[in-house]
């Protein structure tokens, strides 16, 4: 078989194809950049939006949506009708908005799907970095408790849906433990080698900042969830262990790879 990979050269999409390579299963990716291509694969320049070329001959795809909205995806999967499509949504998909979007237009296109629903990812703690270098992270809500995932767990129950049966099922897919964000700073402070503590910073002002390259709804949204999370952690889901075999990475190891 072989297998189309959207966002090769992102966080989840390079393990994707790493894993898919490792099985022994031919793989295309679609790039922007030719000069970014993972080694060993079959190489289509393009953008999301138009999968015509990329898509012929292919037998499953991992579809990455990464607009703010839905609007022309129903163009993008065209050309995918009838085959495997492995999407990389999220849990709030269950409510509406581009994730719930994007999901029904694949249910339109194509009845074997397979939904992966995250929480969040870890790898949005990069946007830490920065700060965590200094010592300190200031943002609202450090006592919001999350269940982010590590991108090669996404990535290993991608491989096993792209190569096995996992026809119409929506998996929730979350790290081994709900993590408060302040505590999330602190074990990136242990992966490199020094103290970084949580330092509040007022929600209005959070969300006047992130509006700046989220927008205003999306900024207000996420900071209002994340006040949610306070007394309502995020879930955590045994999904990662029932599909692969192996349990969820810790938010720890994550930290680890990445600040060490």
Do not use: C
Request: charged share 25%; no cysteine; hydrophobic share 45%.
């Amino acid at each position: 078989m072989t297998v189309l990979v959207t966002g090769a050269t992102g966080h989840t999409g390079r393990h994707v194809v790493a894993g898919l390579r490792a099985a022994g299963v031919h793989t295309r990716v679609l790039v922007r950049d030719k000069a970014k291509a993972p080694d060993g694969v079959d190489v289509v320049q393009g953008d999301i939006t138009d999968t015509a070329e990329a898509a012929e001959g292919v037998e499953a795809a991992y579809l990455l949506w990464p607009f703010a909205t839905a609007d022309g995806v129903e163009k993008a999967l065209k050309p995918l009708a009838g085959r495997k499509i492995v999407y990389l949504s999220a849990m709030s998909a269950e409510h509406g908005g581009v994730w719930g979007g994007v999901e029904a237009a694949v249910r339109r296109v194509t009845g074997d799907w397979t939904f992966l629903r995250v929480t969040g990812l870890a790898t949005n703690a990069l946007a830490w970095a920065e700060q965590a270098r200094t010592g300190v992270v200031r943002a609202p809500h450090g006592q919001a408790k999350r269940s982010v995932v590590h991108e090669r767990d996404v990535a290993d129950v991608a491989v096993k849906a792209l190569t096995e049966d996992h026809k119409g099922q929506s998996y929730l897919v979350t790290g081994p433990e709900s993590v408060a964000q302040a505590e999330q700073a602190r074990l990136i402070g242990d992966a490199l080698g020094r103290p970084v503590r949580w330092e509040g910073q007022p929600p209005e002002e959070a969300k006047a900042q992130m509006s700046a390259y989220l927008g205003a709804e999306f900024a207000a949204g996420a900071v209002d969830y994340w006040a949610s999370l306070v007394e309502h952690p995020e879930p955590v889901s045994p999904d990662v262990a029932r599909v692969t075999g192996h349990p969820a990475r810790p938010f720890a190891e994550w930290a680890r790879e990445h600040f060490s």
